[in-house]
């Protein structure tokens, strides 16, 4: 059974750094394509970050090129996104999903079919 778990939101300052997890279970993580999405109240879903299966692609969404960077431990089987110089419009809640054997992968929701909970990132002084 594929699962993902979020974890590492929480209430941050602006301008101060965070590291998002997502732990996968039931699959070999290397042969899927990882996405992180993130939503915030009344906004639609908007992917930020994925990493390709098979040491694919990298993508970045234009609003967090620079700041956000995601990188895979398939040892761990868990994904990272780390999150530089925190801003409010940060504030969402971040999805990881999985997409498998997709080596370039994509920005869009509708790539992925399996979904983690979410985490909530807060970002305010």
């Known amino acids: 059974q594929v699962q993902l778990v979020e974890s590492g939101g929480g209430l941050v300052q602006p301008g101060k750094s965070l590291k998002l997890s997502c732990a996968t279970s039931?699959?070999?993580?290397?042969?899927?394509?990882i996405g992180w999405f993130r939503q915030a109240p009344g906004k639609e879903r908007e992917g930020v970050s994925c990493?390709?299966?098979?040491?694919?692609?990298?993508y970045y969404s234009d609003s967090v090129k620079g700041r956000f960077t995601i990188s895979r431990d398939n040892t761990k089987s868990t994904v990272y996104l780390k999150i530089d110089k925190l801003k409010p419009e940060d504030t969402a809640r971040y999805y990881c999903?999985?997409?498998?054997?997709?080596?370039?992968?994509?920005?869009?929701?509708?790539?992925?079919?399996?979904w983690g909970q979410g985490t909530q990132v807060t970002v305010s002084t």
């Open positions: 990493i390709g299966a098979k040491d694919g692609n990298i």
């Open positions: 039931g699959f070999t993580l290397d042969h899927y394509a």
């Open positions: 999903a999985a997409e498998i054997l997709t080596y370039t992968c994509s920005g869009s929701s509708d790539d992925y079919h399996f």
